[in-house]
């Protein structure tokens, strides 16, 4: 299968467009157990960034402290220059969206339902007019469905707005994440593990929603155990192992690092076999199983 690779920004042009997200010198300790290490990790405006590592390096960890469903032990995270408190609402609020590693939709609600739920933050329409039911909430409540319809066919689930959560079969909910995610209206995406499970055309699919997002001018920080698909994608990849950064930099270096393959990759991507375009068909999971099963804490 040949793979197209969309132009992509060189690092000036992500420079032009400024810093999103600045994490600096997080630690995150459990007990006795430093999940995150020291971690800095920048985002630049039109950036896709993969976070790869061995499984338990952290990437979750880290993850939820930029997202403030922990508070880190140490350390900061700035988004458009001011840090933000660690709560989840304020952080979204502020511009950043996530999804989970374990999916998490409310699975009796509408696809349309779930997407309709990822607009709060954006929604100025408060209870008092939820309750009195005017005008003016008539007229937030369409241009909400507007929205949320145009992010369903953006993501490819149009179709199945009226679909109950818990039918969708697990690829689409995936995207569903996705669409409700981007119903926020983020300036940065952070994406958990957004392929596993799928099969290698739904993960394709996927490249390409994901390039799409950054093309409408939101930054991606990604989390995959699936090197083709990191290294097709990322301008710029990091590598956490044992809650430590090891490396970072072009999914070039990164794939050609001896220290990236030794305790991640396994074995070097020449060994793979290449694709007409020369880029290396391993798939993922080479060293490390992604971990669907674990809890996602
Ligand atoms: N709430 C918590 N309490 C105690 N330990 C935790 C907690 N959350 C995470 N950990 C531990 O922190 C380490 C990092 O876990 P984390 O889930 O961040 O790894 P990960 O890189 O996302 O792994 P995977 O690729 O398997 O998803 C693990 O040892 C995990 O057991
Ligand atoms: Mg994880």
């Given at each position: ?8 920004p060189?690092?000036?042009?992500a ?5 999103l ?22 985002v630049n405006s039109g950036e896709i960034v ?164 950054r093309?409408?001018?939101?930054a991606v ?14 301008d710029r ?61």
């Amino acid at each position: 299968m040949t793979t197209t690779i969309p132009q992509q920004p060189t690092p000036a042009d992500a420079a032009a467009g400024g810093t999103l997200l600045q994490a600096r010198g997080v630690i995150m300790r459990f007990g006795g157990l430093t999940a995150v290490r020291n971690v800095d990790l920048t985002v630049n405006s039109g950036e896709i960034v993969g976070l790869i590592g061995p499984n338990g390096a952290g990437k979750t960890t880290f993850f939820n402290c930029l997202t403030g469903l922990y508070v880190p032990t140490e350390g900061t995270v700035s988004y458009r220059g001011t840090v933000l408190p660690p709560k989840p609402h304020l952080v979204t609020k502020a511009g950043i969206a996530r999804t989970f590693q374990n999916i998490r939709l409310f699975a009796n609600m509408t696809v349309l339902e779930n997407v309709l739920v990822g607009r709060h933050t954006r929604t100025r329409e408060g209870l008092f007019s939820a309750i009195v039911r005017g005008p003016g909430f008539h007229k937030a409540e369409r241009a909400s469905r507007e929205r949320a319809m145009e992010l369903l066919a953006f993501t490819g689930l149009a179709d199945k707005a009226e679909h109950l959560a818990r039918n969708l079969p697990y690829g689409e909910q995936r995207k569903l994440e996705i669409a409700r995610a981007l119903a926020s209206e983020p300036g940065l995406l952070l994406l958990d593990e957004p392929t596993a499970g799928m099969n290698p055309q739904e993960t394709r699919a996927t490249e390409e929603l994901v390039f799409a997002i950054r093309d409408q001018g939101i930054a991606v920080l990604v989390i995959e155990h699936d090197m083709r698909f990191i290294f097709n994608l990322c301008d710029r990849v990091a590598v956490l192992v044992q809650g430590e950064k090891l490396v970072e930099g072009t999914s070039e270096v990164v794939q050609n690092d001896e220290r990236v393959i030794a305790a991640y990759l396994g074995e070097p991507f020449e060994g793979a076999p290449a694709d007409e375009d020369g880029t290396p068909a391993a798939t993922a999971d080479d060293a490390s199983t992604t971990s669907e099963q674990e809890n996602d804490r």
